[in-house]
């Protein structure tokens, strides 16, 4: 069973982002699959370590992109990606320091990310290059 399904409505309609975004859904939804078997220390370390560079790869395609194209909420996206990355930061430092499986507020995080980011943040730039005829 899949707990974080590829929903269309994540879709942006930019395949560079789409196909990121799907391996991002991908991984999140690999953690949580592995955190909910009760996974072993290791397995978890190597996705939740995966998770972090592809993000921090993923956030600089979407920067560069808003960047090129002058997007106008550049800045604040750019504090919320930091923000992000922080808290991706911060459940590898916890994981690193506990013996047990990581903590239940990881699933409501990682929920947030999906559902606030993509479908708002994220969004909001992809309508801005959608208003100005860019097609990606
Ligand atoms: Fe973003």
Known sequence: MQFFPWKDQYSLNISEIDEQHRMLVGMIDRLHTAMAE???????DEIINELYNYT???FITEERLMDEYDYPGFAEHKREHKELIGKVLAMMERHKKSTLGLSSDLSIMLQEWLNSH???TDKKYSEFLADRGIRL
């Not at 009760?38 to 978890?44: R, T």
């Open 38 to 44: 009760g996974k072993g220390k290791s397995v978890l």
């Open 56 to 58: 921090k790869f993923h």
């Open 118 to 120: 993509i479908l708002e």
